[in-house]
T-cell receptor
Framework: AQSVSQHNHHVILSEAASLELGCNYS??????LFWYVQYPGQHLQLLLK??????LVKGIKGFEAEFIKSKFSFNLRKPSVQWSDTAEYFC????????????FGTGTQLKVEL | GAVVSQHPSWVICKSGTSVKIECRSL??????MFWYRQFPKQSLMLMAT?????????EQGVEKDKFLINHASLTLSTLTVTSAHPEDSSFYIC?????????????FGNGTRLTVT
């Protein structure tokens, strides 16, 4: 079964700092990759997803992620974070080809300080 | 606005009682819904896939007789925690794909915090 690892459990940044959250998965076949965000008191929302094509995908709110197949990674990045980016971020994967089930990482709590 | 509504948002019950959690898709029909469980500081774990008009598919290790799932309509799935015990205390979240099917975003409910005393 596939698994997802997020190495950073808690990240604290100052506004305007750059962000990179790590995500690695274990599965040798075709995968679909996702990043979800959960703002305080809100439900999970999709930030971006990768199915195929350009490995650099852009999502909402200035986020992007790069799929590096050789490293089994899908790191999330943002050049300049804002206080409003404070949230919990989850990486998720499902097996390509029709699988509906998502496997989530343990999440990264990001706190952006003014 | 929310496209998946989950109710209640929190519930406290006594050990041995049963609790029902509802998950509704708003403005779209969901033939498949997913139930997740999240323990503190842990990831979301898929419990089961709820299929409209048929039996739910449970993940390995999830007791189907304890976590009863009913998906009687295209917009409603319910999860009933039967004979709840303190170890069932957790955060339960439902989700459903939008109208585009599994290629569309997965919409999540706000979750239900269950506390069993």
């Amino acid at each position: 079964a596939q698994s997802v690892s997020q190495h950073n459990h808690h990240v604290i940044l100052s506004e305007a700092a750059s962000l990179e959250l790590g995500c690695n998965y274990s599965y040798g076949g075709t995968v679909n990759l996702f990043w979800y965000v959960q703002y305080p008191g809100q439900h999970l929302q999709l930030l971006l997803k990768y199915f195929s094509g350009d490995p650099l995908v852009k999502g909402i709110k200035g986020f992007e992620a790069e799929f590096i197949k050789s490293k089994f990674s899908f790191n999330l990045r943002k050049p300049s974070v804002q206080w409003s980016d404070t949230a919990e971020y989850f990486c998720a994967v499902n097996v390509g080809g029709g699988g509906n089930k998502l496997t989530f990482g343990t999440g990264t709590q990001l706190k952006v300080e003014l | 606005g929310a496209v998946v509504s989950q109710h209640p948002s929190w519930v406290i019950c006594k050990s041995g009682t049963s609790v029902k959690i509802e998950c509704r898709s708003l403005d779209f029909q969901a033939t498949t819904m997913f139930w997740y469980r999240q323990f503190p500081k842990q990831s979301l774990m898929l419990m089961a896939t709820s299929n409209e008009g048929s039996k739910a598919t449970y993940e390995q290790g999830v007791e189907k007789d304890k976590f009863l799932i009913n998906h009687a309509s295209l917009t409603l799935s319910t999860l009933t925690v039967t004979s709840a015990h303190p170890e069932d205390s957790s955060f339960y979240i439902c989700s459903a794909y939008g109208q585009g099917g599994w290629n569309s975003p997965l919409h999540f409910g706000n979750g239900t915090r269950l506390t069993v005393t």
